[in-house]
C-alpha cells in the first residue's frame, strides 16, 4: 500500500523523521517496504502490509499507529480516538438488510445541497501521492477516507437512485448494472447487490452503478459506509474480474465499527468541502461487535521469546501500541481495539511484544538436551548410498522436470501451460539429458555420458520414487526405488567447489595434434601460450615410446564466451601452434 | 595408451550436495529427516496449516491444481509434512519433543526467469517441546548457517512478518562477514527464509496438545542457498540436467 509521508505527518505535532527513516522502523517492527518514491514535496513509501493486518493497517491512520508506537510518539489526531455519533436519524432514508449474513452492517447518510466541483490543492496532492487520481470534492473525500482510516466509501447522487428505499440481496442470476467504469457486469445470485426500491445502483463492497454517480449537476447525495463479509466480496471481485480498493479492503475483513467512524469523518469532509446541509443518518446494525479480550502472562511470554522480559517492559509495548491492559499478578488482560481484528489468542499479543522490543533484543540459545537419537530415514539413507555407488561408477546426478508433455495427472491452470502434464516417467527426461549432453563430452572431458536422477513420477495412480539411468551405451530405464536397511546414513563427501563458473553458450570446436617428442621441452606450455584464450581446455590423451621416441597427442578446445568460432580461425591457431612446436625441435606427426 | 582415466567418477547434483550437508548438520542436533508426498491434499497443505479457505492469506503462493483431482494440489511448500510428521508420531503414541527436517520439491505456479522456478528445493524444519522458543529459533538458524557458510562469520537478523502457521512470525535476514566472502556477499544482509513459533493452531490439528507443548519452524528455500554459496547466477540451471553445470559440483 502506497503510503505518503506528508499524510503521516498530519497525525502528529511535528513533523516525523525521515522516509528513510520510516522505512527503516516500520521493516524491523511491522512491515516490510518494497520502496520510497519521491512524488513533488512528498516521499511515498510502498508499505507491504502482512494479510494479518488487513483489517488495520491499509490505512494511514494505521500505519501511523505502528509508527507512533515504534518511535514512542503519541499519536496527537487519533480519527478512531472519539467514538462516533450518527444523530440526527433519518427516515427519509431507509436501509434493508434482507436478514442477510453477509452486510454486518450498513450506513447511508443524506445530505441535501451540495455543490460538486474540483476538490482542493491539499486534497488533489494528498490523493496524487498515493496514485489516486482527482474526480470531484464529493468523490474525493470519500477516498480520502478510505485511505485515512481503511473504511471504503461511496456516495450516490440521490435524486438520481430512483428511491431513498435501500436494500441489500443477493443479485438474481443474469442481473446486469452498468458500473463506474461505464462497464455492464453480469450478476450471479452467490454476490451481493445495493438496491434503491430493488434496482441495483452497486455490487456490494466492490464498485457502485453508473446511474447514480455524482456529477456537477448532483445536488442531495446518499453516503454508504458499510461492512459486507470478506469471502463474498472477494469471491465477487474475483468472479467480475474487478478487484478495486474497496474490495481489497472488505476481503481482509475489517471491523463494522470502523464503519461508524467512516461515516462520521467523510459527513464532516464533505459539509466542508461541498456544503449541503445534512439530513441524518439510517443504520442498519443488527448485532453490534461484542468487546474482544486477549490474554497473556509474563510466563508464557518469556516461554515463547525466551526472554527475561519483566511486567514493566510488557506494559510499555502495550501501551505504546494503544492496546488497554489490566495486570494482576503476572496475568495481562488486554482489552483490545475493535479495529485489531488479528488479535485474539496469547501468541498474538507476544508477537505485538516481540516486535515492538525488538528481534534483535532475543538472544540466541541452543537446543536444550533432546534425550532420544534421531531416526535413520530408509529411504534416505538408500538415496545416498545409491548415488555413492552410482557417481563411483562414472554417473552424474541430474535433476529433470516434473512436468511433461504426456502423463496420467494434468495440471490445471499451469501459468506457462507448456507441458501440463506429471510425468509417468523418468525415461523421457533422461533421454533428453542424454541427448543434450552428448555434444558437450569433448568439452567435459568424458569418455561417456553417464546419467542418473532419483525423482517422483506419478503412474499406475499412485505417487512414486524411482531411480533412473542412461548412458551412450545402454538406453534409458527405471526401477522402484527400495528403502535400505541401514543403521547410519555414513561419512559422504558433499561438494567442495568454491565458486560456480560460467560457460560458453556457443559451440565449440576441437583439435587434434600429435608428435614426436625429441627433445626435454613442455609441449603443453607452448601449446598454451600459442593458442591464446580461446583454448578452454588441452588435455594430453595420448602418450607411447617407440624406439626411444615418444609420441603425445594434445586434444585442445575451442570456445568464445560471445560468439560461434569459425574453423578459418581455428586452424590459423593451429597453424601458430605447429609452427612454435616444430620450432621447438617437437616433429609434428 | 589411453590416458583418459578409467576410473572417472561422476558428480552429485548440487542440491542433494547441500541437502547431504544440512541432514549432516541437523543429524548432530538431532534431527530426524522427515518426507512427505509432492501432490498433496488442500487440508495438509493449506487447512491443517491455519491457510482458511478463501482467504487472502492463500493467494501468497500461486498454487498448481490437479485435474480430476478435487482438493489436491503440488505441495507449495515442505510445511504440510510437519503435520503429517506429527500426527504420524502421536499415532505412534510419541509425544513432543520432535526434531525433524524435511528436504523436499516444491512448486509455485508462476513463470519462469532468472531467479524463479516453479518447482524448487526448500527445508524445513520443525522443532516441539515444552520450552521451545524464538531464542532457541535464532541460535538453531546461528549455528545452521555457519556450518554452511565455514570461513565467514555469520550473522543473522530477525524481521517481523506474516505465516498463516506460525506466531509470532519472522523473515530471516543473514549477513556474511570476513575476508573469504566473495565481494558480492559481503557485508550485505540477505533475505535467507520465513520462520517463527508454530501456531497452536497446527499443533491442535496435528494431535498435539498446545497447552502443554510449543514450537518453532523454519523453511528455507535451497536452490536460493545454492545460488549463494556458489554464486551461481540462474535458478534454471537447477533443472537444466546440464553436466556443464552438475560437473562443477
Not at chain 1, 276 to 300: C, H
Not at chain 1, 510 to 522: E, P, S, Y
Amino acid at each position: 500500500m502506497k503510503v505518503s509521508k506528508l499524510w503521516l505527518d498530519k497525525f502528529f505535532d511535528a513533523p516525523l523523521p525521515d522516509a528513510a527513516a520510516l522505512a527503516e522502523a516500520l521493516t524491523f517492527h511491522a512491515f516490510e517496504i518494497d520502496g520510497i518514491e519521491k512524488v513533488g514535496d512528498d516521499k511515498v513509501l510502498d508499505v507491504k502490509v502482512t494479510p494479518n493486518r488487513g483489517h488495520d493497517c491499509l490505512s494511514h491512520r494505521g500505519i501511523a499507529k505502528e509508527l507512533s508506537a515504534i518511535l514512542k510518539i503519541p499519536l496527537a489526531n487519533d480519527p478512531l480516538e472519539a467514538h462516533p455519533v450518527l444523530a440526527p436519524v433519518t427516515t427519509e432514508v431507509t436501509v434493508d438488510l434482507h436478514r442477510t449474513v453477509l452486510c454486518k452492517r450498513y450506513i447511508a447518510g443524506y445530505i441535501k445541497g451540495v455543490k460538486v466541483g474540483p476538490s482542493p490543492e491539499w486534497l488533489r496532492a494528498r490523493l496524487e501521492a498515493v496514485g489516486q487520481r482527482s474526480i470531484n470534492n464529493v468523490v474525493d473525500a470519500t477516498n480520502f477516507v478510505m485511505f485515512n482510516i481503511g473504511q471504503p466509501l461511496h456516495a450516490f447522487d440521490a435524486g438520481k437512485l430512483g428511491s431513498l428505499s435501500l436494500g441489500v440481496r443477493a443479485a438474481q442470476d443474469g442481473e446486469v448494472m452498468v458500473a463506474l467504469d461505464k462497464k455492464s457486469y453480469t450478476l450471479k445470485d452467490t454476490m451481493l447487490v445495493i438496491t434503491a426500491g430493488d434496482a441495483p445502483v452497486g455490487i456490494a463492497g466492490v464498485k457502485g452503478g453508473m446511474p447514480a454517480a455524482i456529477d456537477e449537476t448532483t445536488k442531495d447525495i446518499v453516503i454508504e459506509s458499510a461492512n459486507f463479509d470478506g469471502v463474498s466480496v472477494r469471491k465477487t471481485a474475483q468472479a467480475l474480474k474487478l478487484r478495486t480498493d474497496a474490495s481489497t479492503r472488505f476481503e481482509q475483513v475489517i471491523s463494522p465499527e470502523l464503519a461508524g467512524y467512516g461515516m462520521q469523518s467523510a459527513v464532516e469532509l464533505i459539509q466542508k468541502l461541498a456544503g449541503g446541509e445534512l439530513a441524518g443518518y439510517a443504520d442498519a446494525y443488527p448485532e453490534p461487535q461484542p468487546p474482544m479480550y486477549a490474554n497473556v502472562t509474563v510466563e508464557k511470554v518469556n516461554q515463547v521469546l525466551g526472554t527475561g522480559l519483566t511486567g514493566a517492559d510488557i506494559a510499555d509495548a502495550f501501551t505504546r501500541l494503544g492496546l488497554p491492559y489490566k495486570e494482576e499478578s503476572g496475568v495481562f488482560e488486554v482489552s483490545v481495539p475493535f479495529e485489531r481484528l488479528d488479535l485474539v489468542i496469547a501468541e498474538d499479543l507476544i508477537e505485538e511484544v516481540a516486535r515492538i522490543i525488538g528481534y534483535d533484543k532475543i538472544p540466541a540459545a541452543p537446543l536444550p538436551d533432546f534425550g532420544k537419537q534421531p531416526e535413520i530415514n530408509q529411504n534416505f539413507a538408500a538415496a545416498e548410498s545409491l548415488r555413492e555407488e552410482l557417481i563411483k561408477k562414472g554417473y552424474s546426478e541430474v535433476c529433470t522436470s516434473v512436468f511433461a508433455d504426456k502423463g496420467e495427472r494434468m495440471v490445471l491452470n499451469k501459468v506457462d501451460s507448456v507441458r501440463p502434464y506429471l510425468r509417468s516417467s523418468l525415461v523421457p527426461g533422461l533421454a533428453e539429458a542424454l541427448a543434450k549432453n552428448k555434444p558437450n563430452k569433448d568439452l567435459l572431458g568424458l569418455k561417456e555420458i553417464k546419467l542418473f536422477e532419483i525423482g517422483t513420477v506419478w503412474s499406475a495412480g499412485k505417487e512414486t520414487i524411482m531411480i533412473g539411468t542412461v548412458t551412450e551405451k545402454e538406453k534409458a530405464s527405471e526401477k522402484i526405488f527400495a528403502p535400505a536397511n541401514s543403521a547410519g546414513y555414513g561419512e559422504l563427501p558433499v561438494s567442495t567447489a568454491a565458486r560456480f563458473e560460467h560457460f560458453s553458450k556457443y559451440p565449440y570446436i576441437v583439435r587434434d595434434i600429435a608428435m614426436w617428442a625429441l627433445v626435454d621441452t613442455d609441449a603443453e606450455k607452448i601449446i598454451r601460450t600459442e593458442s591464446g584464450t580461446l583454448a578452454v581446455k588441452i588435455s594430453l590423451f595420448d602418450r607411447f615410446e617407440k624406439g626411444g621416441k615418444i609420441s603425445l597427442a594434445y586434444r585442445i578446445i575451442f570456445q568464445s564466451f560471445d560468439r560461434t568460432l569459425t574453423e578459418v580461425e581455428v586452424n590459423e591457431i593451429m597453424g601458430k601452434v605447429s609452427s612454435a612446436l616444430k620450432a621447438q625441435g617437437f616433429e609434428i606427426r | 595408451m589411453d590416458m583418459t582415466p578409467d576410473a572417472q567418477l561422476g558428480h552429485l547434483h548440487p542440491i542433494s550436495s547441500l541437502i547431504r550437508e544440512a541432514n549432516q548438520i541437523f543429524f548432530r542436533m538431532g534431527f530426524t529427516l522427515a518426507e512427505g508426498p509432492l501432490l498433496e491434499s488442500e487440508w495438509y497443505n493449506f487447512d491443517a496449516l491455519n491457510v482458511p479457505k478463501d482467504h487472502p492469506s492463500r493467494d501468497m503462493q500461486d498454487t498448481f491444481f490437479i485435474k480430476d483431482m478435487h482438493g489436491h494440489v503440488l505441495r507449495t511448500h515442505t510445511s504440510p509434512v510437519q503435520v503429517r510428521y506429527m500426527e504420524s508420531q502421536i499415532k505412534k503414541g510419541a509425544e513432543p519433543p520432535y526434531r525433524v527436517i524435511v528436504p523436499g520439491k516444491v512448486f509455485r505456479n508462476e513463470a519462469t526467469d532468472m531467479t524463479h522456478e516453479a518447482e524448487f528445493t526448500q527445508i524445513e524444519g520443525l522443532v516441539v517441546g515444552e520450552n521451545i522458543s524464538i531464542a532457541n529459533l535464532k541460535g538453531t538458524l546461528e549455528l545452521f548457517l555457519k556450518n554452511m557458510f565455514t570461513g565467514a562469520q555469520v550473522e543473522i537478523r530477525f524481521r517481523p512478518s506474516f505465516f498463516p502457521f506460525v506466531e509470532p512470525g519472522v523473515e530471516v535476514d543473514m549477513r556474511l562477514v570476513g575476508d573469504a566472502v566473495p565481494e558480492k556477499l559481503k557485508d550485505k544482509w540477505i533475505e535467507m527464509m520465513g520462520a517463527g513459533m508454530v501456531h497452536p493452531s497446527v499443533l491442535k490439528n496435528a494431535g498435539v496438545d498446545p497447552k502443554k507443548y510449543q514450537g518453532f519452524a523454519f523453511g528455507v528455500g535451497l536452490d536460493r542457498l545454492a545460488m549463494l554459496k556458489w554464486g551461481i547466477d540462474d535458478v534454471r540451471y537447477m533443472h537444466s540436467a546440464d553436466l556443464r553445470f552438475v560437473n562443477q559440483f
